[in-house]
């Protein structure tokens, strides 16, 4: 619980931090689209995490325990899962971004951040329906 806990305070600090960046930064140009993405972005992750944190720390509350047998083989399957498609999607990657005018940074973070998608859609599908037992 307490670990817990520090970790929500630091997600919170973090955010503070990257906040009060973001406005200096603000002071001296004006922000543009990519940045304002970016802070979304952050914003949805934050929003996320904590209300992940508040269940888990209802959980604690209760007595039941953090990750239980369920949730473990709910994110093994999810990252099998993510992990087999991420082929598909670096196919779609090299397929369609293999223009020589593009900086190999922008393919290489559609990549990643499409994993990191994949991984979460296939978590929330296996939360809600669960996972077949093995044939």
Sequence with gaps: MKQLRILLILILSGTVTFTAGLWLYSTKEALGTREIFIAVLVLILVIFSVVIGLKKMRDVKKGL????????????????????????????IIIFMS???????????????GMGFLFFGFWAYYSKRGIDPPK
Aim: no cysteine.
């Design 65 to 92: 325990p953090i990750d239980d047998e369920l949730s473990n083989s709910i994110k093994q399957k999810a990252a099998a899962m993510a992990f087999a498609y991420s082929f598909y999607l670096w196919l779609f």
């Design 99 to 113: 223009d020589e005018t593009i900086r190999a940074e922008i393919p290489v973070g559609i990549g990643i951040v």
